[in-house]
């Protein structure tokens, strides 16, 4: 497996785009990386600077500038291009302007002959990969959105921070739409097999509110950094990254992404944040947790939100 050649096309090379790009090339995860934008001029630029870097890269990479029929003979097609979120702008506020978008862009992608994996990053990540499913036709197990895994990562950093632990032993999920209606799964949250409830217990001055409060943070995180920043997109580029790794590798990783449900959960006929088994031939398995009563009640509202957003565009049950 790790012996043949590995090719990602990258569709969009704004932040997020030229964010991911960097940093896969520093981690020398993929032996090709392509580079596709309508700005053809920026995306040049952006291969021409990656590889000047190559001499301190872990790993040969060979990088250009490219059109759509690179992506026939690609493993994996990343598409963080669209319309990004402005100030005071929600997520799901991009829904139609970002669906006719992606619908040029996918037929563009098919009609190369790709067969590969999609992985989706473009905001609202959950509706735009049910898109790129419809569009693509591809089996659902091809087609993953970055889900959650950005959420999740914000929520196992401030964990480690508020109990000053090491975020890599945090073990602790957020599920649902990557926005406003995402939940935290406390019922399954652990530092080193204990629940959170019981690090709480020897944690001098706890306050519960303090728990609400860090959840809350998680939620809104995006907003504090876009009216910081304008955009984010070195943690999403990361999290993009470490999907590369699960999927190139074929590592079996469980990770917070945007799966369709068929069932799971008690829902059908959605892409929505979930822990799934992410390797080579895409989603393996969606990890169904068994949820609280209130957490249970939290994601069915999620869902629910995310249909009704979705209806004036896909005619779904």
């Known amino acids: 497996m790790l012996n043949r050649v590995n090719r990602v096309a990258l569709i969009g090379t704004g932040f997020v785009g030229s964010s991911y790009a960097f940093a896969l090339l520093n981690q020398g995860i993929t032996e090709e990386l392509v580079l596709i934008d309508l700005n053809k001029d920026k995306a040049e630029g952006d291969a021409m600077d990656l590889n000047h870097g190559l001499p301190f890269a872990p790993s040969r990479t060979k ?9 026939g ?21 991009l829904v139609e302007k970002n669906t006719r978008i992606f619908k040029g862009i996918v037929e563009e992608i098919m009609a190369s002959g790709f067969d590969g994996i999609f992985l989706v990053a473009t905001n609202p990540v959950d509706i735009l990969t049910y898109a790129v499913w419809k569009f693509s036709g591809l089996p659902k197990e091809r087609v993953i959105g970055s ?16 109990f000053d632990v ?6 602790a999920y957020i599920i649902g739409e990557h926005g406003d209606t995402e939940l935290p799964v406390w019922s399954h949250a652990d530092i080193a097999g ?14 519960q509110e303090d728990l609400n409060k860090l959840f809350l943070n998680v939620r809104d995180a995006a907003y504090h950094i876009i009216e910081r920043k304008g955009a984010t997109f070195y943690g999403i580029a990361m999290g993009l990254v470490r999907l590369t790794k699960a999927i190139l590798r074929n590592e079996n990783s469980v990770l917070t992404i945007s799966a369709y449900l068929e ?24 990890v169904e947790l068994d949820l609280s009563d209130d957490e249970r009640e939290k994601f069915t509202n999620s869902v629910n939100v995310l249909k009704k957003t979705m209806e004036p565009v896909f005619k779904i049950s």
């Open 263 to 286: 069932g799971e959960y008690g829902q059908n006929d959605i892409y929505i944040g979930v822990p799934a088994v992410v390797n080579r031939n895409g989603i393996r398995k969606i």
């Open 63 to 71: 990088i250009w500038y490219g059109s759509y029929a690179d992506c």
């Open 147 to 162: 889900g959650t895994i950005l959420d999740t990562a914000r929520f196992r950093f401030l964990l480690g921070e508020y």
């Open 73 to 93: 003979n690609a493993d994996l097609v990343v598409i963080t291009a669209g319309a990004n979120q402005k100030p005071g702008e929600t997520r799901l506020d």
């Open 166 to 171: 090491d975020t890599r032993n945090v073990h």
């Open 194 to 207: 204990l629940s959170i409830s019981e690090w709480t217990k020897n944690k001098d001055g706890f306050n």
